[in-house]
């Protein structure tokens, strides 16, 4: 290693900032220094051992090279909670914040229900929502088994035991269940999208992120298997494309569902769809 590198963390931190964003460089020293953010602001004199400074350097070309600083730290915070993350899961979007309050507001209220968040990747749905209403079920799938080890570690975690994960392609692993709730951030950018090879997209699991030459494919399976998994009155919430909104609400509108509706994100993009089975007759 070079000895005459500053290892003084403020001067670490200032020349890591020429290479890659000054904001990442703060996110990796912290996770290098096994501290929170805002002591690297107070500690400026601060001497980096050797092995801290080197590993951090590595984490720095790692960032100058594109991987998400989600993946080197490990780890990223989803609505109230700190999530492990690796490259088998979709990192969490600030975006999928807006289907866990949509699916908060319309669960049935106090009374014990039973939900289920298809492709759970990290489990950021499923336990945002078993974390908020200690009364709800959760069963969250995964085609992944390597993601469904990151999202049963974070259940751990947080000690979200009411999360039950469950391996396999959509509503393949909860055949003959029915839910008050469907939920799912699935796959939805299309084969082609030039979005694909820029930013952390290069990064992410491809099964987590394309989903056929429209983007639809899974969007299709989730609205097809809606009503034969939900009970009457049960509600379905999908993350979706920016453009894909009037697509998704004609999927659920051919399944018979009502209250089809689409929401939009903090950037007044269309981002959830949601859908209800029909109340039974006489029903609620
Ligand atoms: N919202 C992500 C993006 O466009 C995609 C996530 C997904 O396909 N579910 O960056």
Known sequence: MDTTHPTRLDAVLR???MRIDPLDARWLLAHVCGRAQGWLYAHG???LSEAQTATFEAL?????AGE???YLIGSRAFWRLELAVSPATLIPRPETELLVEAALARLPPRRPARAADLGTGSGAIALAVAGERPDVSVVATDASEAALEIARRNAARH??????FRFG???GPLAGLRFDMLLSNPPYIASGDPHLSRGDLRHE???ALVSGPDGLDALRVLAAGASNHLHPGGWILVEHGFDQGP???ALFAAQGLIQVDTLRDLEARDRVTLGRRPPAPGGA
């Open 159 to 164: 000690a979200l035991d009411r999360v039950e």
């Open 169 to 171: 392609d959509w509503y």
């Open 60 to 64: 720095v070309s790692r960032r100058a």
């Open 247 to 249: 697509a998704v609400r």
């Open 15 to 17: 020349a890591a900032s």
């Open 45 to 47: 004199d601060a001497v």
């Open 205 to 207: 699991p491809p099964a």
């Open 68 to 70: 998400p600083v989600a």
